[in-house]
């Protein structure tokens, strides 16, 4: 068994937002574990100038116990996508998210 990064990514939100994605996210999206941890801004601007120390930031990492090889795991991962995507649109306003598609092995 092992363990395969679907998707990393961030999400973030401003400072002074009372939110814990934690509690807002499940733990798992049809079966692919989703982590979530509070990290420092990646870079120091978004791209159209503001500064991103004015966000909390959180790593954001979807990973899947599996007896499969990585490039088997397309189909599944977009299932994934699909489901978490809709449930990061749904976060509240001032939220902001990027998630990649990975497809390695941890």
């Known amino acids: 068994m092992q363990a395969v990064r679907l998707f990393q990514g961030y999400l ?3 400072k002074g937002l009372s939110l814990d994605p934690k509690a807002l996210l ?5 079966g692919a574990r989703l982590l979530l941890d509070e990290v ?6 978004f791209e159209d100038g503001t500064p991103t120390a004015t ?8 990973l899947l116990l599996t007896e499969e090889p990585p490039e088997a ?3 599944r991962s977009q299932s994934v996508a699909a489901e978490l995507v ?14 990649l598609e990975d497809l390695r092995p941890l």
Do not use: N
């Open 26 to 30: 499940p733990g798992e999206v049809l």
């Open 12 to 14: 973030w939100h401003p």
């Open 86 to 99: 809709a449930r990061l649109e749904a976060l509240p306003p001032g939220v902001g998210w990027l998630l």
């Open 55 to 62: 966000q909390t930031f959180y790593q954001v990492t979807v």
């Open 40 to 45: 420092p801004p990646p870079t120091p601007f």
């Open 73 to 75: 795991l397309k189909p």
